[in-house]
């Protein structure tokens, strides 16, 4: 299909564990943006790329928190030392004349 | 900062009623406004959106206004189906810069038969 699709869809993992999202555009878009979805804090915006570089990264919640984009394509979003309150649905978007379409999402619990 | 506000929900109608969500927003500059939904077991889909000061979005029957005057992106549809029963996201976005997307909380929808 065309659409931004991510893997896993599923993710469980263990406390203290590292895991990684991966996220692959609609090709030939440049911009691309990782949000989390979780039951306490709604849809928020983590970082954003345009190309391979993170222009803001402002929504990170702490420093075990990491992203990068090769190619200009596919994104991998890292979390390290995993924690109960990392568990959330991952969200990937790529952009096309300003509107963001998303991906399925990655579902992350942390046990 | 940038930031969304929804009505609250769940709400709850019968088929063919009419629907009104209510989304205001508080932002610096002229951001775009969206309205994405989420059907049950899917992901996150655009269902319309505006870029400027009055602006109508529309599709599959839903409409929302860009009203700069109220700060205001109202959601609403005149006779609702049982597929509509979906959570539902207004979502602005700055017109500058990276362009991310501020949600409001959602607001779940239940259509009844």
């Known amino acids: 299909g065309a659409g931004v699709s991510q893997s896993p869809s599923n993710k469980v993992t263990e406390k203290g564990k590292d895991v990684e999202l991966r996220c692959d555009p609609i090709s030939g878009h440049t911009a691309l943006y990782w949000y989390r979805q979780s039951l306490g804090q709604g849809l928020e915006f983590l970082i954003y790329f345009q190309g391979n570089s993170a222009p803001d990264k402002s929504g990170l919640p702490s420093d075990r928190f990491s992203a990068e984009r090769t190619g200009g394509s596919v994104s991998t979003l890292t979390i390290q030392r995993t924690q109960q309150e990392d568990s959330a649905v991952y969200l990937c978007?790529?952009?096309?004349?300003?509107?963001?379409?998303f991906g399925p999402g990655t579902r992350l619990t942390v046990l | 900062g940038d930031s969304v506000t929804q009505m609250e929900g769940p709400v709850t109608l019968s088929e063919e009623a009419f629907l009104t969500i209510n989304c205001t927003y508080t932002a610096t500059g002229y951001p775009s406004l969206f309205w994405y939904v989420q059907y049950p077991g899917e992901g996150l889909q655009l269902l319309l959106k505006a870029t400027k000061a009055d602006d109508k979005g529309s599709n599959k029957g839903f409409e929302a206004t860009y009203r700069k005057e109220t700060t205001s992106f109202h959601l609403e549809k005149g006779s609702v189906q049982v597929s509509d029963s979906a959570v539902y996201f207004c979502a602005l976005s700055d017109a500058q810069g990276a362009q991310k997307l501020v949600f409001g909380q959602g607001t779940r929808l239940t259509i009844n038969p």
């Open positions: 978007a790529s952009t096309q004349k300003h509107t963001q379409y």
